[in-house]
């Protein structure tokens, strides 16, 4: 069938957690399908367009209109139906663009991911749509954990508001994707009157790209793998290298904390001037510094879906100590795939077992690596690609219907 992908992110190179999982989903459809992408690109980022190209029949991008919240555009926003980052963001080239591909390729299906792409769908088309990867976890969690009056009115109204958007719109798709059971449940309680299908697509791993042998770890190793400009991240960075670290310096002194990832116009002086803290920056192939690190550590205290990061240690036998919140999502048991802490003083504690102990870091490698066989992308993409099969079967049969009528 011929299916309509529309992406917020330009997923070639796959450098983010949502590039990773939108090429590899590409990458499954594009097995059995004749997949046409539509997608917006970052100037400041790079585009292999011929990797889209080996996946893709056709790839059009469009530039994207990153979201200041102090514009015109953003502040009118404020008395939209739309949340603000959604409108603010709006780009007509975009729709035209999508436009012309459905007109030129006849679609059976669109799929739209995540919410920034949910404007570009049509009703009028007559197209079968998916909502792919929904994440609400975060805002629901700062409107759940705001303290002062003022936070409480602005994450309440703006949770609200969120609410009403998805309730407007999710009428337009046959069905709805998240990347956990968590976040699925989130979106039942945030739109209980939508009927379409819903379903749980987890992120996965590309088994075979972590297949190969990058040396002996060292042993005095942590690693944080996540850019600092993503909220959740940066908190996490900022949780483990003042609240725990600390503790395990104190057990092993030598010990150096590698944090991966673009840092932006996020400040890190700060965090990079104490013992034992480097920040790597963005790195073409994170692998060899994953393989290499004796333990790496997700200790996630907010944000939603799951952890590629935990996906890419395990597949590379490398041992996690994450927090629940860091393991959410992803089926491995404690004590034998990972070990999990959500004090600090635990966390640590955790993290200190995994360097002093040789043996419990290659069982806790081995098993992780047994664990996360079942997150080969190639099962993962199936759940998405029976439900590819359902929608455009259901909507096969409404054409049917109405043109009999």
Not at 94 to 111: A, G, H, K, N, Y
Not at 115 to 142: K, N
Not at 320 to 329: C, D, I, P, Q
């Amino acid at each position: 069938m011929n299916i309509l992908f529309l992406s917020r992110w330009f997923p070639f190179p796959a450098n983010n957690g949502s590039k990773l999982r939108i090429a590899n989903l590409l990458r499954q459809l594009g097995r059995n399908h004749q997949v046409d992408l539509v997608s917006f690109t970052a100037r400041e980022e790079p585009s292999d367009m011929d990797g889209a190209g080996s996946v893709c029949r056709s790839v059009a991008v469009v530039p994207y209109l990153p979201y200041q919240p102090n514009q015109p555009r953003a502040l009118t926003g404020l008395f939209s139906m739309e949340p603000r980052s959604v409108q603010a963001t709006f780009s007509d080239a975009f729709q035209m663009e999508v436009d012309r591909r459905v007109t030129l390729s006849e679609p059976d299906l669109v799929i739209a991911s995540q919410i920034d792409m949910i404007p570009y769908v049509r009703s009028r088309w007559g197209i079968p749509a998916i909502l792919e990867e929904v994440e609400l976890t975060t805002l629901y969690e700062q409107h759940s954990a705001a303290r002062t009056s003022l936070a409480r009115l602005r994450y309440g109204l703006t949770w609200t508001k969120l609410r009403r958007y998805l309730a407007s719109v999710l009428p337009r798709f046959a069905a709805c994707t998240a990347a956990s059971s968590q976040e699925l449940a989130l979106i039942r309680e945030a739109v209980p009157g939508y009927r379409g299908h819903l379903g749980v697509v987890p992120n996965g791993v590309d088994l075979h790209h972590y297949a190969a042998d990058y040396g002996p770890y060292q042993p005095e190793s942590i690693v944080y793998s996540g850019a600092v400009t993503y909220a959740a991240n940066r908190d996490a960075v900022d949780y483990f290298a003042t609240q725990i670290l600390p503790s395990v310096r104190a057990a092993v002194p030598n010990v150096a904390f590698t944090v991966t990832g673009s840092t932006g116009n996020v400040p890190v002086a700060a965090l990079e001037a104490q013992a034992g803290v480097r920040f790597s920056g963005y790195l073409d192939d994170i692998r060899p510094l994953l393989a290499q690190s004796a333990v790496s550590v997700i200790p996630l205290r907010i944000g939603g879906g799951t952890r590629l990061k935990l996906l890419e240690s395990a597949a590379l036998g490398t041992p996690v100590v994450a927090t629940r919140k860091g393991a959410e999502g992803i089926d491995f048991v404690a004590e034998r795939d990972i070990l999990i802490a959500d004090d600090a003083v635990d966390f640590g504690r955790a993290v200190i077992r995994v360097l002093t102990d040789p043996a419990l870091r290659t069982a806790l490698g081995r098993s992780a690596q047994n664990a996360v066989a079942r997150y080969d992308w190639t099962q993962v993409a199936e759940q998405l690609l029976r439900l590819v099969d359902t929608v455009v079967a259901e909507g096969s049969r409404s054409r049917l219907a109405g043109e009999r009528v």
